[in-house]
Every structure is written in structure tokens, then in C-alpha cells.
């Protein structure tokens, strides 16, 4: 790879990360990029660093403009590790560089090198810095998506470094959505965006709403949005951030995700007349089995849909392992706005719908109660009763549903 010109003087020197699966848990079957910025001023200033593996990468790309010794300022918009762990690296070749970072950015790179000999200016929310032609502002972020984020606004570029918002866990030939769409679809494209957010962002939205208020507020121009993962938004910035804030209100299709696991198929074979039933009743319907797909992907799809129902067999009295395992991954991301329901098989004593139900409850989801149980594997009946539970499901999501159009 080579540096990009993204405007005016101002490159990406990010690196393409082609084999991530697995990023601190969260899967991505995409990769990602770790993206920065190089602004080729009178003051040259790096924005963002890359994760370490990928170092040499990103100092070669700034190598093509620059002899890295030539940074004057490092801006530090967040300090985790895919974005912060190769600051060590620069600062070898950049020694007399100032950083510039959060008062919580400051504390947390603190923890992780020695941070003894280098320059730093704590910078907050209204700051500026000139760096020659162009103005920088920052902006502090808080939860977005740490509480040391910021964003950069290059005033005179129009340019919004957002860090990790707005980003996308994605590896693709393409730096900008035009170029993308050109490659690929904008469902993908779309879909990167949905699962980012649900799997990184979902717990911040109201943070984040209120973030881009003050954002608008401040009156800036905003032309392009360039994320420190996936492509960079040029074609239509603003479609982005109406899709966060589409989001965050609640918006989603009408359609049910049904997420399960099972032991002998008899919780597998009740999501056949569940699914039946719901389609029936017009509303589309994703089915998921857990332990067959990474907990990120059904994330994904939960939040894609309006309703969900949830599958698992009782296995000493409880839920599913695979089962309980999403539900504390889900609560943690504090999902709003979606109806849910659970359903299962058991061989003697139930107890493992009883328990979505309870976690249900602490997720403050509206809930569509009672479930559906069946005794091993549901006979000619337990079909029945199955399909019109799904029939029923969809009707209370279909009315569930009118209160977001
Ligand atoms: Fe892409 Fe919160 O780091």
C-alpha cells in the first residue's frame, strides 16, 4: 500500500488488516483497517497511530511523504490498543513531536508505556491548534467509544476525524464509499455499519446522539468523515450519521431473528412452525443457531429486526450454555426498543425459558409472555401450538412495529 490523498494535502497512512477474525472477542469475518492520518502542513501532524503488528506498515507509508523525524505533532484521538499500541514506535523516530490527547487519553497511555521523555499538551473539547493552512479543533467523545475519545475537526478541509465512530470493521481494496460502491454493494457496505454499531457503539447511543447535536450545534461544515476503521465517508457524510441516528431512535425492519441453540434437534425443530407462523403473518423472519454462528453475527441480526425470539433446550434446569453466553453478551450492550419472546425443549424439568424471560427483564426488553415449551421434541400438536405461537409473536411485533413509523 501507498499513502492516500484524501484531500488536499492530507493522506491516510493506515494499514489494511486482511486476517482478523477475531477482534478482542468480537468476530469479523470482514477484517478491518486501522486507519490514520498524515496532514502534510507546515507543522506536519500524524493523527492516530496503528496496532502494533502493523507498524512498519504505516511508518512506510508516511516514509513515501516524509521522513517520519519531520512530525511535529501527534494527535492521539484515542488510546486503544488497535489505534495507540505503536505510538512507542513513532516516538523513536519522532522523539521532539508533542502529543496531543485527552487529560483520560494522557492517564491511559501512561499506563502502558513509559511515557517519561515525551512531550505531551492535554487538550479538551473547544481547543484548536494551527498547524500552518489548516485549523484543527478537538472534540472530546467520551464512549465512543472510550472515555478518552476525541475527534478532530480540520476546519479548512471540512474534514471530521471521528476515530471510532462511524467506522466499520471491514478490509476492502476501497478507501471511500464511492469507491466501494463501485467494488461491492451498499448492502455490505450498510451491513458493516450495523454490525460495527451493534457490537461496539450499541451501549452509547443516547451518548452519541447527544454528541452529534453538539457536533451540529458548533455549525461545522462537514464534508467528508474519515473513521479510523473502514472506508471513509465522502459520498454522502450525512447518510452516515442518519443512520446512527436512525439507530439510536429505535429504527429497524419489521422482522424477526430467531436465535437458538439445541442439544437433539428438539428446540431446532420447534423454530420450523415458529418461523411458518410468523411468515404467515407477513413479517420476515431470520433463524440463527447459535455455536453454527459467531454471537457478533446474531447481534447483528437481533438488531437488524424488530422482534426476536430466543431457543433453548433446559439443561440442568437452565438455559442452554451457548444461550446464556449471548444473553450476557447481549445485555451488556443494553439493546432498546425490541420485542422479545423465548421458546425451548426439556426433557423433565424445565427452567430454561423461565431464565431468558429473567434476562429479558433485566435488559428492560418488552416482552411477550408466556413462552412456548414442548416436552423432548414437539409432536404433530406441539406443531400446532407452534406455529400459532409464531402467528401470534408476529402480530403483537407487527403492533409493536407501529410505534416507530
Ligand atoms: Fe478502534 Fe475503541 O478502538
Not at 493506515?14 to 502534510?40: C, E, S
Not at 502494533?52 to 494527535?75: E, G, Q, R
Not at 488497535?82 to 522523539?95: E, R, T
Not at 423432548?376 to 410505534?403: L, M, T, V
Amino acid at each position: 500500500m501507498k499513502a492516500v490523498e484524501i484531500k488536499s494535502g492530507i493522506y491516510w497512512v493506515g494499514v489494511i488488516d486482511w486476517g482478523v477474525r477475531d477482534f478482542h472477542g468480537y468476530i469479523t469475518p470482514n477484517g478491518t483497517t486501522y486507519n490514520n492520518y498524515l496532514i502534510m502542513d507546515e507543522q506536519v501532524t500524524l493523527l492516530d497511530t496503528v496496532k502494533y503488528d502493523f507498524a512498519s506498515i504505516t511508518i512506510d507509508n508516511i516514509k513515501s511523504l516524509i521522513d517520519p523525524s519531520k512530525i511535529v505533532n501527534v494527535v492521539m484521538n484515542h488510546i486503544e490498543t488497535d489505534h495507540a499500541s505503536s505510538i512507542n514506535k513513532i516516538m523513536v523516530l519522532a522523539p521532539d513531536a508533542t502529543i496531543y490527547i485527552s487529560e483520560r487519553g494522557k492517564k491511559g497511555l501512561d499506563r502502558h508505556f513509559d511515557t517519561s521523555k515525551w512531550r505531551f499538551k492535554i487538550v479538551k473539547s473547544g481547543d484548536t491548534l494551527n498547524i500552518g493552512k489548516y485549523n484543527l479543533l478537538f472534540i472530546e467523545t467520551p464512549m465512543i467509544h472510550w472515555p478518552d475519545s476525541m475527534m478532530t475537526y480540520v476546519k479548512e478541509a471540512k474534514l471530521l476525524i471521528s476515530q471510532d465512530g462511524f467506522g466499520q470493521h471491514l478490509a476492502t481494496a476501497a478507501r471511500f464509499d464511492d469507491e466501494f460502491v463501485e467494488c461491492a454493494s451498499t448492502a455490505e457496505l450498510d451491513d458493516s455499519v450495523v454490525d460495527y454499531y451493534a457490537n461496539i457503539l450499541m451501549p452509547f447511543g443516547q451518548l452519541i446522539k447527544a454528541k452529534i447535536a453538539e457536533i451540529r450545534k458548533l455549525g461545522l461544515e462537514i464534508d467528508m468523515i474519515a473513521p479510523d476503521h473502514g472506508i471513509i465517508w465522502r459520498k454522502e457524510p450525512e447518510k452516515v450519521i442518519q443512520k446512527y441516528l436512525d439507530m439510536i431512535d429505535g429504527k429497524a425492519a419489521l422482522r424477526t431473528a430467531i436465535i437458538y441453540d439445541t442439544m437433539w434437534h428438539g428446540t431446532e425443530q420447534m423454530t420450523l412452525p415458529i418461523m411458518q407462523g410468523i411468515k404467515d403473518e407477513g413479517v420476515d423472519c431470520k433463524v440463527i443457531r447459535l455455536r453454527a454462528t459467531p454471537m457478533s453475527v446474531a447481534t447483528k441480526e437481533l438488531w437488524k429486526s424488530r422482534a426476536c425470539l430466543i431457543g433453548t433446550p433446559t439443561l440442568n434446569n437452565g438455559m442452554y450454555p451457548s444461550v446464556a453466553e449471548f444473553l450476557v453478551y447481549l445485555r451488556g450492550l443494553k439493546p432498546k426498543n425490541r420485542l422479545v419472546g423465548a421458546f425451548g425443549s426439556y426433557g423433565w424439568g424445565g427452567g430454561a425459558v423461565k431464565e431468558v424471560y429473567e434476562e429479558f427483564k433485566k435488559m428492560g426488553l418488552e416482552i411477550v409472555e408466556p413462552g412456548m415449551q414442548v416436552i423432548y421434541k414437539p409432536s404433530a400438536e406441539d406443531n400446532e401450538q407452534c406455529y400459532e405461537f409464531g402467528r401470534g409473536f408476529a402480530r403483537q411485533a407487527k403492533e409493536y412495529h407501529k410505534k416507530f413509523e
